[in-house]
């Protein structure tokens, strides 16, 4: 029987060597390019992202390629798989005894170096000796501090090896002065998501059907696609969408409103927008960033669908519904600010408010804003709205929506 994933990992760990990539890797072309340009000129790559977004396949895939580099054939790839449990002395034994550091001891039964700058001068001399494409998996388990000064030491010091770390938590290497090749990995895009089911249902030897819903379901993140594709056992589903979950859960509630007002946002927000209407938000921001829940680019901010779904899957009712009244104060504020997206904007507002059950707002505010929705040739974007209003202010609703004779409605 095949192992789980997570044990075929652990097994790989113990013999210290490192796995080749599934041989349904998808996608990442971007990706890998990038880190095949920088090989040459860079010692420490970092790659970022969610649980379950593809860290782990993608740093096996570029170790791969590399090794078919001129020069790195014979570069010896050295799995270090973090534990949850594992101390920063445990660390530093398994990385001086992988990278043969502890042969190269002098006196290999005398006292251990005592400072972590030597025991790191000793593996950095052993990377060095021996050239290794060294992997370190899971480094958002051990201290941040820790593992920033471990890293920044091996990206100073190594010359002859190159050093690959995955982690769900931002190492702040920028502290040092330091700046590794960092990728951070976003879901896969359309066509690869795709891919990856073909590939998948080919080796399982079965038709996938509704491959439209996966996708929906999956949201562009490589574990879901596996989990909505393959039908294993409950045991090994826990992974990476449990975990993802319990990161959520377990972040300090401010970080998590302000999460999930991202989440009922589509599009981008800015952060002015969201402090006008939720607070002081650069406290939470920069936990959000850290944890790469957040895509944040020229202070406009977006979340990816994967996350979106697992914030909304979180949150209770009450606390979709008062974001999503601060999502239409945003909106209004567009509608307010005027220029070519105000009418869409509008739209949007009345769609939040009658999500967020303010449904006398919303029809309140459409019938102020028609002429501008109507006038942009926008308003059968309202249909669903209107529905919804009609339903829930039966007598008010339909006397003013009739008297629009919206153009959807005589078709109605
Ligand atoms: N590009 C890809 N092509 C095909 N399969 C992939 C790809 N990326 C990831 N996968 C598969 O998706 C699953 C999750 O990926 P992976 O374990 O690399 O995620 P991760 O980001 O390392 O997660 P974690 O933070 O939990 O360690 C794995 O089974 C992996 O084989
Ligand atoms: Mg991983």
Same mark, same amino acid.
């Given at each position: 029987?095949?192992?789980?994933?997570?044990?075929?990992?652990?097994?790989?760990?113990?013999?210290?060597?490192?796995?080749?990539?599934?041989?349904?890797?998808?996608?990442?072309?971007?990706?890998?390019?990038?880190?095949?340009?920088?090989?040459?000129?860079?010692?420490?790559?970092?790659?970022?992202?969610?649980?379950?977004?593809?860290?782990?396949?993608?740093?096996?895939?570029?170790?791969?390629?590399?090794?078919?580099?001129?020069?790195?054939?014979?570069?010896?790839?050295?799995?270090?798989?973090?534990?949850?449990?594992?101390?920063?002395?445990?660390?530093?034994?398994?990385?001086?005894?992988?990278?043969?550091?502890?042969?190269?001891?002098?006196?290999?039964?005398?006292?251990?170096?005592?400072?972590?700058?030597?025991?790191?001068?000793?593996?950095?001399?052993?990377?060095?000796?021996?050239?290794?494409?060294?992997?370190?998996?899971?480094?958002?388990?051990?201290?941040?501090?820790?593992?920033?000064?471990?890293?920044?030491?091996?990206?100073?010091?190594?010359?002859?090896?190159?050093?690959?770390?995955?982690?769900?938590?931002?190492?702040?290497?920028?502290?040092?002065?330091?700046?590794?090749?960092?990728?951070?990995?976003?879901?896969?895009?359309?066509?690869?998501?795709?891919?990856?089911?073909?590939?998948?249902?080919?080796?399982?030897?079965?038709?996938?059907?509704?491959?439209?819903?996966?996708?929906?379901?999956?949201?562009?993140?490589?574990?879901?696609?596996?989990?909505?594709?393959?039908? !294993?056992? &409950?045991?090994?589903?826990?992974?990476?969408? /449990?975990? *993802?979950?319990?990161?959520? @859960? =377990? $972040? #300090?509630?401010? %970080?998590?409103?302000?999460?999930?007002?991202?989440?009922?946002?589509?599009?981008?927000?800015?952060?002015?927008?969201?402090?006008?209407?939720?607070?002081?938000?650069?406290?939470?921001?920069?936990?959000?960033?850290?944890?790469?829940?957040?895509?944040?680019?020229?202070?406009?901010?977006?979340?990816?669908?994967?996350?979106?779904?697992?914030?909304?899957?979180?949150?209770?009712?009450?606390?979709?519904?008062?974001?999503?009244?601060?999502?239409?104060?945003?909106?209004?504020?567009?509608?307010?600010?005027?220029?070519?997206?105000?009418?869409?904007?509008?739209?949007?507002?009345?769609?939040?408010?009658?999500?967020?059950?303010?449904?006398?707002?919303?029809?309140?505010?459409?019938?102020?804003?028609?002429?501008?929705? !109507?006038? &942009?040739?926008?308003?059968?974007?309202?249909? /669903?709205? *209107?529905?919804?209003?009609? @339903? =829930? $202010? #039966?007598?008010? %609703?339909?006397?003013?929506?009739?008297?629009?004779?919206?153009?959807?409605?005589?078709?109605?």
């Amino acid at each position: 029987m095949a192992l789980p994933r997570e044990d075929y990992r652990r097994r790989f760990d113990e013999s210290s060597s490192c796995p080749r990539s599934t041989l349904s890797f998808v996608g990442r072309d971007a990706e890998l390019a990038r880190i095949a340009e920088l090989f040459d000129e860079d010692v420490l790559f970092l790659i970022y992202g969610v649980a379950g977004i593809g860290k782990t396949e993608l740093a096996y895939r570029a170790l791969e390629l590399a090794r078919t580099r001129p020069g790195w054939s014979r570069a010896v790839p050295t799995l270090i798989q973090v534990q949850p449990d594992m101390t920063v002395p445990h660390l530093l034994a398994v990385l001086r005894q992988r990278t043969g550091a502890d042969a190269a001891r002098p006196d290999p039964l005398g006292a251990r170096s005592s400072s972590l700058a030597e025991e790191l001068d000793a593996v950095s001399r052993a990377l060095d000796a021996q050239p290794r494409l060294l992997f370190l998996d899971d480094v958002h388990l051990i201290d941040p501090a820790a593992m920033t000064r471990i890293l920044g030491h091996l990206a100073r010091c190594v010359r002859a090896s190159r050093v690959f770390a995955a982690s769900r938590l931002e190492v702040p290497l920028a502290s040092l002065g330091i700046t590794p090749v960092i990728t951070r990995l976003a879901p896969l895009d359309d066509r690869a998501a795709r891919d990856m089911i073909t590939h998948l249902g080919r080796r399982l030897g079965i038709a996938v059907s509704d491959v439209t819903g996966i996708l929906q379901r999956a949201g562009g993140s490589p574990f879901f696609l596996q989990r909505e594709v393959v039908s !294993s056992p &409950a045991d090994e589903l826990q992974t990476a969408a /449990d975990r *993802l979950i319990a990161t959520l @859960a =377990a $972040l #300090p509630e401010p %970080a998590r409103r302000l999460l999930l007002h991202v989440a009922v946002v589509p599009g981008r927000v800015s952060v002015s927008e969201l402090e006008l209407v939720a607070g002081a938000a650069s406290g939470p921001l920069a936990i959000l960033a850290r944890h790469f829940f957040l895509d944040a680019a020229n202070g406009a901010i977006a979340i990816h669908d994967l996350i979106r779904e697992a914030v909304l899957r979180l949150a209770t009712p009450s606390e979709i519904q008062s974001a999503r009244k601060a999502a239409a104060e945003v909106f209004v504020r567009r509608t307010d600010a005027g220029g070519p997206e105000a009418p869409l904007a509008a739209v949007e507002a009345a769609r939040q408010l009658c999500a967020a059950g303010d449904h006398a707002a919303s029809l309140a505010f459409i019938t102020e804003r028609y002429r501008l929705i !109507s006038g &942009a040739g926008v308003d059968h974007l309202l249909r /669903d709205t *209107l529905d919804e209003l009609r @339903a =829930a $202010l #039966p007598g008010q %609703a339909t006397r003013s929506i009739c008297s629009w004779r919206a153009p959807w409605s005589g078709a109605a």
